[in-house]
């Protein structure tokens, strides 16, 4: 019971501190000014076409996604998911005005230098409450349900690529603006996010060993 206990605590913490992290990977790719990641353009790309804003269509959109992920496999959706409604945005914005009273971003050198350490944190949080396994927002179990279906070459780096793309493409086709922001993103998240969920977010969670293998047949 001991045990059952920590490791739910355990999955609170990593739950918080994910969804807290992709707040602070907001303000960071807004700092360095070089596109936003492929959702975000997805949505702004929606908001060009119905003459609307990012704040009135962004709960739509997560709204409809949920409802998707609730027939598909409501598993996904728990405390991760409501702590991105309510976390993310307050986070962003407090991290915001933190990070431009820290340093000036004027030179490529620097925005380039944000990007990355932005890239990296948005991996790490995403694999922490990936992993943490109590829910998580509504686009993200969208490649997590195709890639449990077990499907040999569709591993959630693979899914998580297409999803991207899909969003960058609807987003251009939209007028949003594209940057190398968003095409790394789209390419670099699903990969790194895989390789923290199994070197590190796991190792967090189950001790040195990782994730128990019995566990893993079950998943």
Do not use: W
Not at 84 to 108: E, Q, R, S, W
Not at 182 to 195: D, K, R, S
């Amino acid at each position: 019971m001991k045990e059952k206990t920590a490791l739910f605590i355990k999955r609170v913490i990593m739950s918080v501190i994910g969804v807290s992290l992709l707040g602070v990977c907001v303000a960071l790719l807004r700092k360095a000014n070089f596109g936003t990641d492929p959702f975000t353009c997805f949505v702004v790309g929606i908001a060009n076409v119905c003459h609307s804003t990012y704040g009135i269509i962004y709960p739509i959109v997560i709204g409809v996604l949920l409802v998707i992920v609730f027939f598909l496999n409501k598993h996904y959706i728990g405390l991760a998911t409501v702590l991105n409604l309510f976390l993310v945005g307050t986070v962003g914005d407090i991290a915001f005005k933190i990070i431009n009273n820290l340093y000036d971003a004027n030179t490529i050198p620097v925005r380039i230098i944000t990007l990355a350490i932005a890239l990296i944190i948005l991996c790490f949080a995403s694999s922490l409450y990936i992993t943490a396994d109590l829910g998580v927002s509504s686009y993200d179990a969208i490649s997590l349900i195709v890639s449990d279906k077990k499907i040999k070459f569709l591993q959630y780096r693979v899914c998580r690529i297409i999803t991207d793309l899909l969003c960058v493409i609807v987003g251009f086709l939209f007028h949003a603006t594209i940057g190398v922001g968003t095409v790394i993103t789209a390419f670099c998240m699903g990969p790194l996010t895989q390789f923290f969920n199994t070197y590190v977010a796991e190792k967090m969670l189950y001790g040195k060993n990782g994730k128990p293998k019995v566990q893993e047949a079950k998943s």
